[in-house]
């Protein structure tokens, strides 16, 4: 069984930080793409941050300049850097990995981290 663990939401006043963590465990033979989507009241889920196995990375117009992620492959673990943050940077934060497993290869969600920004 594969899990998905975030951590790392919380309240923050516009212009501050957090940082969100998420680490994978479980039955794991190897982990390719991993990446942190967010879903606010009443929008569809959508890409914040997506780290390929290879290095690649991909950022959500909106958070280019103002987000980082990092990715620590000896423990299964991606990070968000959340800077400047703005009060429509409010939503649910999962994270997300494709992961190969005795089940084979498949996307993996987990429960999600809430953040909220008041202006």
């Known amino acids: 069984q594969v899990q998905l663990v975030e951590s790392g939401g919380g ?5 501050g930080s957090l940082r969100l963590s998420c680490a994978a465990s479980g039955s794991i033979f190897s982990i390719y793409a991993m990446g942190w989507y967010r879903q606010a009241p009443g ?11 290879g290095g690649t990375i991909n950022y ?8 980082t992620i990092s990715r620590d492959n ?7 850097q959340m800077n400047s943050l703005k009060p429509e940077d409010t939503a649910v934060y999962y994270c997300m990995s494709n992961i190969r497993s005795p089940s084979g290869t498949k996307s993996y969600w987990g429960r999600g ?5 008041s202006s």
């Open 113 to 117: 981290t809430q953040v909220t920004v």
């Open 74 to 80: 000896a423990k299964n673990s991606i990070y968000l």
């Open 11 to 15: 309240l923050v006043q516009a212009g």
């Open 43 to 53: 929008k569809q889920r959508e890409l914040v941050a997506l780290t390929g196995s």
């Open 60 to 67: 959500a117009d909106s958070v280019k300049g103002r987000f």
